[in-house]
């Protein structure tokens, strides 16, 4: 405990000292430096994305047109951009994540409400990652590339995908086949995963007991149009994403495999208003699964799963950014092969408040919760909140540290067993 103590009044004092510091401008990350924009062009402070960034990203990764007026004809596809030249510096970039952690996790069960206690203290190196992307100039091509250096002990390729955008700014469709994030960049912002906290919210990376969750990368192909009014005020968009899905250990399926049938995804955004959204999702999959029943003999089935959620948020004064969402979960479950078939289903919901203090400069809360059930057992419920801050230590945005506490309690509706987990980390986030 009093490690604990010392620990967090250490590093609020350093936060502290780094939020007084002055804000020099100097490297900036690949797209900020072909445009000669700072980061909040397209983000409230990196990674979260704002309307333009989502637009950008539907445009492939091209910038949406000042001229949008309704006065004349949008540009097509092809004729954004067509005066910037290529430039390798603006087609790759690089990101470094180290973190200082405290973290306490509890095991818990419903007879004694503590068994187990393990308390962690560490410095992290959490990510080094390497992006190649950008538009190919007068052509609706673009590319996207992510390889992870170094993340959680392991390297390889994240993302790997090319992209063929058509029709106009304000009417646009793509195509797009590799391997991507099933909800990277898509949805308005209370859905997507990369957000102001370093993990994404309970609701939307929640495993199930077979081992899916949203939160993947596999390899498949994805469609999409966007429709937007004059001066990009409303937004329009859907998208639909088929995939290999995932093998029996939960993994993204990149080769040939016994599983023939395909995950479906689908998704459908509005933007309004100074920067507010509503998002509409679903899913529906299957996977092979490995299993053993209360004897420890092996057996295997193929499950299949749904997921359905609504999300919306927004920005009031330019100031408070309010976000909440709900996900639906329904998935085929068999605790042995004589029993008939039962099912998983969990609802889980997310709510959230971040508070702009100036450029860069935010404090943020969330809170998730949700219940979670396999028939004929009792109904487990789950529960996480998160306070923290971040601060961008540049005037472009590409420099960030932030401090964060979060609480998760976990439980597992098989086992019925739970667990209580307590995490404070404070990392630096560099992007060239």
Same mark, same amino acid.
């Given at each position: 405990?009093?490690?604990?103590?010392?620990?967090?009044?250490?590093?609020?004092?350093?936060?502290?000292?780094?939020?007084?510091?002055?804000?020099?401008?100097?490297? =900036?990350?690949?797209?900020?430096?072909?445009?000669?924009?700072?980061?909040?062009?397209?983000?409230?402070?990196?990674?979260?994305?704002?309307?333009?960034?989502?637009?950008?990203?539907?445009?492939?990764?091209?910038?949406?047109?000042?001229?949008?007026?309704?006065? /004349?004809?949008?540009? /097509?596809?092809?004729?954004?951009?067509?005066?910037?030249?290529?430039?390798?510096?603006?087609?790759?970039?690089?990101?470094?994540?180290?973190?200082?952690?405290?973290? /306490?996790?509890?095991?818990?069960?419903?007879?004694?409400?503590?068994?187990?206690?393990?308390?962690?203290?560490?410095?992290?190196?959490?990510?080094?990652?390497?992006?190649?992307?950008?538009?190919?100039?007068?052509?609706?091509?673009?590319?996207?590339? %992510?390889?992870?250096?170094?993340?959680?002990?392991?390297?390889?390729?994240?993302?790997?995908?090319?992209?063929?955008?058509?029709?106009?700014?304000?009417?646009?469709? +793509?195509?797009?086949?590799?391997?991507?994030?099933?909800?990277?960049?898509?949805?308005?912002?209370?859905?997507?995963?990369?957000?102001? +906290?370093?993990?994404?919210?309970?609701?939307?990376?929640?495993?199930?007991?077979?081992?899916?969750?949203?939160?993947?990368?596999?390899?498949?192909?994805?469609?999409?149009?966007?429709?937007?009014?004059?001066?990009?005020?409303?937004?329009?968009?859907?998208?639909?994403?088929?995939?290999?899905?995932?093998?029996?250990?939960?993994?993204?399926?990149?080769?040939?495999?016994?599983?023939?049938?395909?995950?479906?995804?689908?998704?459908?955004?509005?933007?309004?208003?100074?920067?507010?959204?509503?998002?509409?999702?679903?899913?529906?999959?299957?996977?092979?699964?490995?299993?053993?029943?209360?004897?420890?003999?092996?057996?295997?089935?193929?499950?299949?799963?749904?997921?359905?959620?609504? +999300?919306?948020?927004?920005?009031? +004064?330019?100031?408070?950014?309010?976000?909440?969402?709900?996900?639906?979960?329904?998935?085929?479950?068999?605790?042995?092969?004589?029993?008939?078939?039962?099912?998983?289903?969990?609802?889980?919901?997310?709510?959230?408040?971040?508070?702009?203090?100036?450029?860069?400069?935010?404090?943020?809360?969330?809170?998730?919760?949700?219940?979670?059930?396999?028939?004929?057992?009792?109904?487990? %419920?789950?529960?996480?909140?998160?306070?923290?801050?971040?601060?961008?230590?540049?005037?472009?945005?590409? =420099?960030?540290?932030?401090?964060?506490?979060?609480?998760? %309690?976990?439980?597992?509706?098989?086992?019925?067993?739970?667990?209580?987990?307590?995490?404070?980390?404070?990392?630096?986030?560099?992007?060239?």
């Amino acid at each position: 405990m009093k490690f604990w103590t010392v620990s967090v009044k250490a590093i609020l004092l350093v936060f502290g000292l780094i939020l007084l510091m002055p804000q020099p401008g100097n490297a =900036i990350p690949a797209f900020a430096r072909k445009y000669g924009v700072k980061c909040y062009t397209c983000h409230t402070v990196p990674p979260a994305l704002n309307k333009n960034g989502y637009m950008f990203k539907r445009l492939g990764y091209r910038m949406p047109p000042d001229e949008m007026d309704g006065t /004349k004809p949008a540009p /097509k596809i092809t004729e954004l951009d067509k005066n910037i030249k290529f430039s390798i510096t603006n087609s790759f970039a690089v990101l470094f994540q180290a973190s200082v952690t405290d973290d /306490k996790n509890i095991a818990e069960t419903g007879a004694t409400p503590a068994t187990a206690t393990t308390t962690t203290s560490s410095f992290n190196l959490d990510e080094a990652a390497f992006f190649v992307a950008g538009a190919v100039p007068e052509t609706g091509f673009s590319y996207f590339g %992510h390889y992870e250096m170094y993340q959680d002990g392991s390297n390889g390729l994240e993302q790997g995908f090319g992209v063929w955008t058509g029709g106009k700014a304000n009417s646009s469709y +793509f195509v797009k086949g590799g391997e991507m994030h099933m909800q990277e960049g898509e949805g308005t912002r209370a859905a997507m995963f990369y957000n102001l +906290f370093a993990d994404p919210a309970f609701t939307l990376t929640n495993t199930d007991p077979i081992g899916f969750a949203l939160d993947q990368h596999p390899v498949g192909i994805d469609v999409g149009y966007t429709h937007a009014s004059n001066y990009f005020k409303n937004i329009f968009a859907v998208s639909a994403k088929v995939t290999n899905g995932l093998d029996a250990n939960g993994d993204a399926i990149l080769n040939a495999s016994t599983k023939n049938s395909k995950d479906v995804w689908a998704d459908a955004d509005y933007w309004f208003g100074p920067d507010g959204g509503v998002t509409v999702l679903m899913y529906r999959g299957s996977k092979d699964q490995n299993q053993n029943d209360a004897a420890g003999n092996p057996f295997t089935y193929r499950p299949t799963f749904y997921r359905a959620g609504v +999300f919306g948020n927004y920005l009031f +004064f330019d100031k408070l950014d309010l976000l909440g969402g709900y996900i639906r979960s329904h998935d085929d479950y068999r605790f042995d092969l004589v029993s008939p078939m039962t099912n998983y289903t969990a609802n889980t919901y997310r709510g959230e408040a971040d508070y702009y203090l100036k450029t860069g400069t935010v404090i943020m809360a969330r809170v998730d919760r949700g219940t979670a059930g396999i028939a004929p057992q009792p109904t487990m %419920h789950t529960r996480a909140f998160g306070i923290g801050a971040e601060h961008a230590l540049t005037q472009t945005g590409n =420099i960030v540290v932030r401090a964060a506490y979060n609480q998760e %309690h976990d439980a597992d509706p098989v086992a019925q067993m739970g667990s209580t987990d307590k995490l404070f980390k404070l990392d630096f986030r560099f992007m060239w």
